[in-house]
């Protein structure tokens, strides 16, 4: 795939309206289109306004975007030239649902999908059973690291643990479907014969608090110093600029900070960090709402329990997940509270003083 066909010579203003003029006569692919939004975005136009130029979504630009840069990630991991054609015509969200896999996973399960010609839904799961399996430091006993394997490794685990017939030979004809290795296949073909059930321990709920009201929202500002002070300290001092729904605070650098309420499991983390994530990159995440995420985690916790969730090291990324046995992998910190944002139907309203002079 190519870079955006535009115009070296065209200013910043120009390429803009040279894009938005591409997405509203949708010329090129798919792929080129998630490119010029997530071009125009940064650039400073918001979603809202590429949809009311373009006819784009937010939600689509969003998929079209994501679903690009994995596009790109599948090209560099080497996916064959039938499934690169494929999707670069089609299956954004297909391949948007492989976004949170490594670059080489993202491949693999982008030609499984091509292969077995699955839906999004379908890819949704198979990129989880992937995920799942990837923090496994040596594969169980008769599956390799294959995707197929991984899927086919998920659905033996399934059955396994579930009495109910139906549902179990729907899980052992999906395992037999995905196996790709003929140890594989032998592990789910000895479930037509053992209808023994294996009880797993329940995942715990992770703690979740959604801010509810502005007094929960503090704001972090900048100290110029004590009295007496020149004008250059007045002015030495940054513009603080919040960002996002939980007013994130980022100076000069690579620095940058996020105000928390002092709620007792904030204040008695000895070594809080706060991680900002998308509620679906958490293990089963299927019961939550898609939306930006804080997680503390607290980095002096590193000893497992199988009663919380952590922070991990997963090929030289952070990953979550939850163990119900001591894991193989370096656990980097618990994971102590996720926090969703306050919901604010109308944020410029909640700004009018005589709200609090009433």
């Not at 490794?153 to 003929?182: C, E, M």
């Not at 969730?309 to 910190?333: A, C, M, R």
């Amino acid at each position: 795939m190519t870079d955006l066909p535009l115009n070296p010579e065209n200013s910043y203003a120009e390429m803009a309206e040279e894009l938005l003029r591409k997405l509203r006569q949708k010329q090129g692919n798919w792929v080129e289109w998630g490119q010029a939004c997530s071009y125009l975005q940064k650039a400073g136009y918001n979603p809202q306004a590429i949809f009311e130029s373009t006819g784009f979504e937010p939600i689509q630009q969003n998929q079209v975007i994501v679903g690009s840069q994995v596009y790109h990630s599948i090209e560099k991991a080497g996916a064959s030239e039938a499934v690169r054609s494929h999707y670069s015509q089609r299956g954004s969200d297909i391949l948007y649902e492989l976004r949170l896999l490594t670059q080489e996973e993202r491949a693999a399960a982008a030609e499984l999908t091509f292969t077995h010609k699955l839906d999004c839904d379908e890819a949704r799961e198979i990129a989880r059973a992937i995920k799942d399996f990837s923090r496994f430091r040596n594969p169980p006993e008769g599956f390799s690291r294959h995707p197929g394997d991984a899927v086919a490794y998920q659905s033996w685990k399934l059955a396994r643990q579930n009495s109910d017939l139906q549902v179990r030979s729907r899980l052992i004809a999906k395992g037999l479907k995905f196996a790709h290795t003929p140890t594989a296949r032998k592990q789910i073909e000895q479930l037509l014969t053992d209808f023994t059930v294996e009880s797993q321990k329940p995942a715990p709920t992770i703690p979740f608090y959604r801010l509810e009201s502005v007094s929960e929202l503090p704001r972090i500002l900048p100290v110029v110093g004590e009295m007496p002070l020149q004008t250059s300290d007045l002015q030495a001092v940054p513009l603080v600029e919040e960002m996002g729904a939980f007013r994130i605070v980022k100076f000069a650098g690579e620095q940058a900070w996020v105000p928390l309420p002092g709620w007792q499991v904030v204040l008695a983390a000895q070594d809080p960090v706060v991680i900002i994530s998308s509620s679906d990159r958490l293990p089963n995440p299927n019961y939550l709402p898609t939306e930006s995420i804080l997680v503390l985690c607290d980095r002096a916790q590193r000893e497992w329990d199988a009663d919380s969730y952590f922070v991990v090291d997963q090929g030289g990324e952070l990953d979550f997940q939850w163990f119900d046995s001591p894991p193989e992998i370096k656990i980097l910190g618990r994971i102590v509270v996720a926090i969703r944002p306050k919901k604010i139907l109308d944020e410029e309203f909640s700004k009018d003083s005589w709200q609090y002079e009433e």
